[in-house]
């Protein structure tokens, strides 16, 4: 891949999904975006790189994009924040939303859907929907074809077999041919929607708990700071962010703050006052 080429294809990713692309990388490029410039009739991938840098057609951009985004995901995915979810942050705001019963849940960075549907399962075992409570769950991918996926959950054997407890397998999915299908029970209980990290999250609404794991490690720190400001303009006070056990918020942003208890849970901090003019 010429320089140029390379040039062109990893600012066009970066302004439209965040990821930063490295020249060792430039192999990821060829492999992910060969199958593309194919599809299009083009000879090569320079053929495409000169199309998107001349026309930029808004499909190719889509497509482009999409190719290139991570979408890794497993069923209960660590363990330790599914964990703190049932024992720590869904009691303490069970509490503080006792009068309105009602929380919202995001899962940011959905991939194919198995985070999200790990979360419903979760809350359905402990009993979290019982006493008249609505919970939304909302499940977002930068990806259109990786959100209709999420949608449909439906997962091989191998899919399943990662990080899915047998019980749960058994209680939650159905057998189709060689797949496994999500009850819909619990496929009902998520909306999956595309939605870009980088774009406006208003029309998601607000959430009380907002799950954004393994993500950030991909963006620059700039990125990973305007990412996270935009995150805490739609959570309250007293919301919960959870991120990756590679990820912090330390040194990147002011907008959440680390709670020592809760490992890789952050929380909403208030903003800072800004200083009268002229003084310090």
């Given at each position: 891949?010429?320089?140029?080429?390379?040039e062109v294809?990893?600012?066009l990713v970066?302004?439209?999904?965040?990821?930063?692309?490295?020249?060792?990388k430039?192999?990821l490029?060829?492999?992910r975006?060969?199958?593309l410039?194919?599809?299009?009739?083009f000879?090569?991938?320079?053929?495409l790189t000169?199309?998107?840098?001349?026309?930029r057609d808004a499909?190719?951009?889509?497509?482009v994009?999409e190719?290139?985004?991570?979408?890794?995901s497993?069923?209960f995915?660590?363990v330790?924040?599914?964990d703190l979810?049932?024992?720590k942050?869904?009691p303490a705001?069970?509490?503080a939303?006792?009068?309105k019963?009602h929380?919202?849940?995001?899962?940011a960075?959905?991939?194919?859907?198995?985070?999200a549907y790990s979360?419903?399962m979760?809350?359905?075992?402990c009993?979290a929907?019982s006493?008249?409570?609505?919970?939304?769950i909302?499940g977002?991918?930068l990806?259109?074809?990786?959100?209709?996926r999420?949608g449909?959950?439906?997962?091989?054997?191998?899919?399943?077999q990662?990080?899915?407890p047998a019980?749960?397998?058994?209680?939650?999915f159905?057998?189709?041919?060689?797949?496994?299908?999500?009850a819909?029970?619990?496929?009902?209980?998520v909306?999956?929607?595309?939605?870009?990290?980088?774009?406006?999250?208003a029309?998601?609404g607000?959430?009380?708990i907002?799950f954004c794991r393994?993500?950030l490690?991909y963006?620059?720190v700039a990125?990973?700071?305007?990412?996270?400001?935009?995150?805490?303009?739609?959570?309250?006070?007293d919301?919960?962010?959870?991120?990756?056990?590679?990820?912090t918020?330390?040194g990147?942003?002011?907008?959440?703050?680390?709670?020592a208890?809760?490992?890789?849970v952050y929380?909403?901090?208030?903003?800072?006052?800004k200083?009268?003019?002229g003084?310090?």
């Amino acid at each position: 891949m010429l320089p140029q080429d390379f040039e062109v294809l990893s600012r066009l990713v970066k302004a439209e999904s965040g990821l930063t692309l490295t020249p060792d990388k430039a192999y990821l490029l060829e492999t992910r975006l060969l199958p593309l410039a194919r599809k299009w009739k083009f000879d090569d991938l320079a053929q495409l790189t000169e199309s998107l840098r001349t026309h930029r057609d808004a499909t190719q951009v889509r497509e482009v994009t999409e190719a290139m985004t991570v979408n890794e995901s497993f069923f209960f995915r660590d363990v330790k924040p599914f964990d703190l979810l049932r024992e720590k942050l869904l009691p303490a705001l069970r509490v503080a939303r006792a009068a309105k019963r009602h929380l919202r849940i995001w899962s940011a960075a959905s991939s194919t859907g198995q985070e999200a549907y790990s979360i419903a399962m979760l809350l359905t075992e402990c009993g979290a929907y019982s006493d008249g409570w609505t919970i939304d769950i909302v499940g977002t991918d930068l990806s259109t074809e990786i959100v209709a996926r999420a949608g449909a959950g439906l997962y091989s054997s191998f899919e399943v077999q990662r990080g899915l407890p047998a019980k749960l397998l058994v209680k939650y999915f159905t057998r189709e041919a060689d797949h496994w299908q999500v009850a819909e029970s619990i496929r009902r209980r998520v909306r999956f929607s595309r939605h870009n990290l980088l774009h406006d999250p208003a029309p998601l609404g607000f959430f009380d708990i907002v799950f954004c794991r393994n993500v950030l490690i991909y963006f620059d720190v700039a990125t990973k700071a305007r990412v996270l400001h935009t995150v805490r303009q739609r959570m309250p006070a007293d919301g919960y962010l959870v991120l990756g056990g590679a990820e912090t918020v330390m040194g990147i942003s002011d907008s959440f703050a680390f709670v020592a208890e809760l490992p890789g849970v952050y929380v909403p901090s208030e903003p800072k006052a800004k200083s009268p003019s002229g003084t310090s």
